[in-house]
């Protein structure tokens, strides 16, 4: 059964807050408001991303980055997508279509997560990991951010331990949740991060060392 013990006055108001946002800014990525904020001053021209999961965030990485490789498992909202970026000309994504094909744990195994593969190391100046298979994603991708690159993970306190007060939140006592995210963690904690939260939602900022 659902819970819903979370629905606090103050989460009340957070969703509240989240829901004016998005409809105000109906072409922003489905991420927090500081998280698209700290975007909207990160990102060059020239800058080389690799996204999991499509949607928004797509059509507006397309226009402000050099060259985006994009990861998707539905075949419906892939055709969706595919056709935005054709109506607004958009020809520098890279846009793949992997279904979901095995169980979570086997994720590692897939070609949607061996996209990562056929990538140079040190290579891609940023990664957002939104859609299916994350842990396996996430810490595959390490390899390919280039030195002083960053890694994006949206709902990120469902996977890694912190003190967010957004509803399913891993606690620190909770630490990681997996054995791969133990992996991923083990590496990223010792990165400079950012955490946003919209008091509903969390993304944050893992910044790849460049010595």
Not at 79 to 100: A, E, F, G, I, M
Request: with cysteine; hydrophobic share 35%.
């Amino acid at each position: 059964m659902r819970s819903f013990s979370h629905w606090t006055p103050r989460y009340i108001g957070s969703r509240i807050a989240e829901k004016y946002y998005y409809t105000i800014h109906p072409d922003h990525p489905w991420l927090t408001q500081t998280a698209n904020e700290i975007l909207f001053t990160y990102l060059k021209k020239s800058d080389v991303g690799l996204e999991f999961g499509s949607g928004r965030s797509t059509l507006w990485f397309a226009k402000r980055v050099g060259h985006l490789i994009s990861v998707e498992h539905d075949k419906a909202w892939f055709q969706k997508v595919s056709q935005t970026l054709k109506d607004n000309n958009l020809n520098n994504v890279d846009y793949r279509l992997h279904p979901r094909n095995m169980a979570d744990e086997q994720g590692g195994e897939t070609d949607y997560v061996k996209v990562i593969q056929d990538i140079k190391s040190d290579s891609i100046d940023f990664v957002l990991v939104d859609g299916i298979y994350r842990d396996f994603c996430a810490l595959e991708s390490i390899r390919v951010i280039r030195p002083g690159g960053v890694m994006i993970i949206d709902d990120v306190h469902r996977y890694l331990p912190s003190d967010s007060t957004s509803p399913y939140s891993r606690t620190l006592k909770d630490g990681p949740k997996g054995q791969t995210w133990e992996k991923v963690y083990e590496t990223i904690s010792q990165w400079r991060k950012i955490w946003t939260t919209s008091g509903v939602s969390d993304a944050a900022f893992f910044f790849k060392p460049i010595n």
